[in-house]
């Protein structure tokens, strides 16, 4: 069983489309993250959600709003898409009780491209 | 700032010889340290980390890291490199006390291991 899995693999589309992008655990974590991996395949988180509120929210546009119904899935909606916004974004949970320390499970990553 | 240096972009080994990945850290108080693995087209998985205890630590695929303080460093090896092990390494930490899930990476290490 897949432990943390992301919808779509690949998602390509024209410039000011609005997106999203699923993630799903199924490990019980109750920490989810978002990251992006630019070109250079430099990693850079941009939201962390715990139990389904917002703790990290790094200098990220608000064209992104991260979603999460529950704490199994943490959904991002990317609106008005920009050429810069294509990138692989990786979705990670995590269950920072003691002794786990941030050990994070990453998804397969989603490779968007804005043509 | 707080930051995490990987001063190599590519390492070359030779299948069977001895490897390193150099990972030095800049945070404030003591560190948690991480280590990750990207294979071609997949996310990061979990290799190893250092929380507290003894410097020299061991992971998955028979990677191990040695913890220095003074040297603020954190650097990867393994004894006998695998052709396998060909991939993109980061190194991650997260200060202590920082925000929850608040790892920073590495710009990543490409590790090519020739037969």
């Known amino acids: 069983d897949t432990a943390v899995s992301q919808t779509p693999k690949y998602l390509v589309t024209q410039m000011g489309n609005d997106k999203s992008i699923k993630c799903e655990q199924n490990?019980?974590?109750?920490?989810m993250y978002w990251y992006k991996q630019d070109s250079k395949k430099f990693l850079k988180i941009m939201f962390s959600y715990n139990n389904k509120e917002l703790i990290i929210n790094e200098t990220v546009p608000n064209r992104f709003s991260p979603k999460s119904p529950d704490k199994a899935h943490l959904n991002l909606h990317i609106n008005s898409l920009e050429l810069g916004d294509s990138a692989v974004y990786f979705c990670a949970s995590s269950q920072p009780t003691s002794g786990s320390w941030d050990t994070q499970y990453f998804g397969p990553g989603t490779r968007l491209t804005v043509l | 700032a707080q930051s995490v240096a990987q001063p190599e972009d590519q390492v070359n080994v030779a299948e069977g010889n001895p490897l390193t990945v150099k990972c030095t850290y800049s945070?404030?108080?003591?560190?948690?340290l991480f280590w990750y693995v990207q294979y071609p087209n997949r996310g990061l998985q979990f290799l190893l980390k250092?929380?507290?205890?003894?410097?020299l630590v061991k992971g998955s695929y028979g990677f191990e890291a040695e913890f220095n303080k003074s040297q603020t460093s954190f650097h990867l090896k393994k004894p006998s490199a695998l052709v396998s092990d060909s991939a993109l390494y980061f190194c991650?930490?997260?200060?202590?006390?920082?925000?929850?899930?608040?790892?920073?990476f590495g710009k990543g290490t490409k590790l090519s291991v020739k037969p």
């Open positions: 250092y929380i507290t205890g003894d410097n």
């Open positions: 490990l019980g974590h109750d920490t």
């Open positions: 991650a930490v997260r200060p202590h006390g920082g925000s929850q899930g608040n790892l920073i």
């Open positions: 945070v404030s108080g003591n560190p948690y």
